[in-house]
């Protein structure tokens, strides 16, 4: 083998192949570094004094599919300038690791494309590694995202395990990019961004968050000049919450022959009615319910009409249909009707505010979809601040979520 091919090949420049060897299926390459290249690993001088070596093995990139190591003993030299006794500075190899530079950034591309234990298994290492090297490259790449450019953001909690356990995840809306995940929910959990939000210099416009009063307290503390704004999907699935809950209600009140067509209809009425299936015939099992009862059918149009809220050409608009809404649904009689009202005009500006700012969480959302599905492709993650590691970086990986 020949001194250039070290570089062309392995990434390993300024020194000399020595030998090779063949044995239990792998490949040694021995090397060495020629003394005139020897300088101190604190100061750089040339004015050192060999003083023996220590023997190390590393890993380097395979020749087909047989594992290939790189043996050289480190030069220790008594540098003049200093004073003191030092191993050189390795040019192929980080301080303390058992594996090449290259070694590193092949693992990593492998990382892309198949899941830790897929890497392990291919290059005949421990998977521990693999998680240390991309650990490493993550920490280095978005362990601290930069917060100065902010200018609208999602915030939302995610469900790690079992046992309550979750993280509150801060999306950049403008790049997708992930920039914060803090431990638990609620107001506690934000703390260390607020804290970074305030060192960077950060001029948050705009915020979209669901109607927690956590996060209502958090941005009015922490945000004073952002524009707030609930997050639609939010308002519509908390209706459909309710709406869930008024059909279970009804459905105990009726006599056994009723609750036959009104059995199997819940996610009939949680659906848009685009969305209907004609070829089940999901709008005329639909019809026939709401027919069967007055208060249910009351719900459900008043549930269309609610999204009316955001399709409106101004503000203006929208507070009309939203004051229109509120006095139907108070006109029912229906008390389920009537505290959604009361909770609606409680947080109308916040709804409102999608005309000044047309954001939402929808975003985290599909960022949250992708979590989950590397989380599952995991089989966990006993190592929550690795997860959040790859919280930080899944916006840039692949739909197929390996890496």
Same mark, same amino acid.
């Given at each position: 083998? &020949?001194?250039?091919?070290?570089?062309?090949?392995?990434?390993?420049?300024?020194? @000399?192949?020595?030998?090779?060897?063949?044995?239990?299926?792998?490949?040694?390459?021995?090397?060495?570094?020629?003394?005139?290249?020897?300088?101190?690993? @604190?100061?750089?001088?040339?004015?050192?004094? !060999?003083?023996?070596?220590?023997?190390? $093995?590393?890993?380097?990139?395979?020749?087909?599919?047989?594992?290939?190591?790189?043996?050289?003993?480190?030069?220790?030299?008594?540098?003049?300038?200093?004073?003191?006794?030092?191993?050189?500075?390795?040019?192929?190899?980080?301080?303390?690791?058992? #594996?090449?530079?290259?070694?590193?950034?092949?693992?990593?591309?492998?990382?892309?494309?198949?899941?830790?234990?897929?890497?392990?298994?291919?290059?005949?290492?421990?998977?521990?590694?693999?998680?240390?090297?991309?650990?490493? &490259?993550? %920490?280095?790449?978005?362990?601290?995202?930069?917060?100065?450019?902010?200018?609208?953001?999602?915030?939302?909690?995610?469900?790690?395990?079992?046992?309550?356990?979750?993280?509150?995840?801060?999306?950049?809306?403008?790049?997708?990019?992930?920039?914060?995940?803090?431990?638990?929910?609620?107001?506690?959990?934000?703390?260390?961004?607020?804290?970074?939000?305030?060192?960077?210099?950060?001029?948050?416009?705009?915020?979209? $968050?669901?109607? &927690?009063?956590?996060?209502?307290?958090?941005?009015? !503390?922490?945000?004073?000049?952002?524009?707030?704004?609930?997050?639609?999907?939010?308002?519509?699935?908390?209706?459909?919450?309710?709406?869930?809950?008024?059909?279970?209600?009804?459905?105990?009140?009726?006599?056994?022959? @009723?609750?036959?067509?009104?059995?199997?209809?819940?996610?009939?009425?949680?659906?848009?009615?685009?969305?209907?299936?004609?070829?089940?015939?999901?709008?005329?099992?639909?019809?026939?319910?709401?027919?069967?009862? %007055?208060?249910?059918? $009351?719900? #459900?149009?008043?549930?269309?009409?609610?999204?009316?809220?955001?399709?409106?050409? !101004?503000?203006?608009?929208?507070?009309?249909?939203?004051? !229109?809404?509120?006095?139907?649904?108070?006109?029912?009689?229906?008390?389920?009707?009537?505290?959604?009202?009361?909770?609606?005009?409680?947080?109308?500006?916040?709804? *409102?505010? #999608? #005309?000044?700012?047309?954001?939402?969480?929808?975003?985290?959302?599909?960022?949250?979809?992708?979590?989950?599905?590397?989380?599952?492709?995991?089989?966990?993650?006993?190592?929550?601040?690795?997860?959040?590691?790859?919280? *930080?970086?899944? @916006?840039?990986?692949?739909?197929?979520?390996?890496?």
């Amino acid at each position: 083998m &020949s001194t250039s091919l070290l570089y062309h090949a392995f990434g390993i420049v300024g020194y @000399h192949y020595l030998s090779q060897s063949f044995q239990g299926g792998q490949v040694t390459f021995r090397i060495e570094q020629p003394r005139e290249r020897h300088r101190c690993s @604190h100061c750089g001088s040339a004015e050192v004094w !060999d003083q023996g070596g220590v023997e190390r $093995t590393f890993h380097s990139l395979p020749i087909g599919c047989k594992p290939t190591f790189v043996q050289f003993k480190v030069p220790r030299v008594l540098c003049f300038a200093c004073g003191k006794v030092r191993q050189v500075k390795l040019g192929f190899a980080d301080p303390k690791k058992q #594996y090449t530079r290259a070694f590193e950034r092949y693992v990593l591309e492998l990382s892309r494309r198949m899941t830790i234990q897929d890497v392990a298994q291919h290059l005949q290492i421990g998977w521990d590694t693999v998680k240390d090297i991309q650990a490493r &490259s993550l %920490q280095r790449r978005f362990g601290k995202p930069k917060l100065h450019k902010l200018k609208q953001i999602a915030i939302d909690e995610i469900a790690i395990g079992k046992g309550q356990r979750y993280f509150t995840v801060v999306l950049n809306l403008l790049t997708g990019a992930v920039v914060f995940v803090g431990d638990g929910k609620g107001v506690d959990a934000l703390k260390p961004f607020w804290k970074r939000l305030r060192r960077s210099g950060a001029k948050i416009k705009a915020v979209a $968050t669901d109607m &927690s009063p956590a996060y209502i307290a958090a941005v009015r !503390d922490n945000l004073k000049g952002a524009v707030h704004v609930f997050d639609h999907f939010h308002v519509i699935k908390l209706f459909n919450e309710k709406l869930s809950a008024f059909r279970r209600q009804l459905f105990h009140e009726l006599s056994a022959d @009723h609750r036959k067509i009104l059995k199997g209809i819940r996610w009939l009425l949680l659906k848009n009615p685009e969305n209907l299936d004609p070829a089940k015939n999901e709008l005329e099992r639909l019809e026939e319910a709401l027919r069967l009862n %007055q208060p249910l059918a $009351t719900v #459900y149009y008043l549930k269309e009409d609610l999204r009316q809220i955001w399709t409106q050409s !101004d503000k203006r608009s929208a507070r009309r249909v939203l004051k !229109d809404w509120l006095a139907r649904a108070r006109a029912s009689g229906i008390r389920m009707l009537k505290q959604f009202a009361d909770t609606l005009e409680k947080h109308q500006e916040g709804i *409102l505010n #999608y #005309y000044h700012y047309p954001i939402s969480t929808g975003p985290l959302e599909g960022t949250h979809n992708k979590i989950k599905t590397m989380k599952r492709q995991a089989y966990g993650f006993r190592d929550h601040e690795f997860f959040k590691l790859k919280i *930080l970086g899944i @916006h840039e990986s692949h739909y197929a979520l390996v890496g």
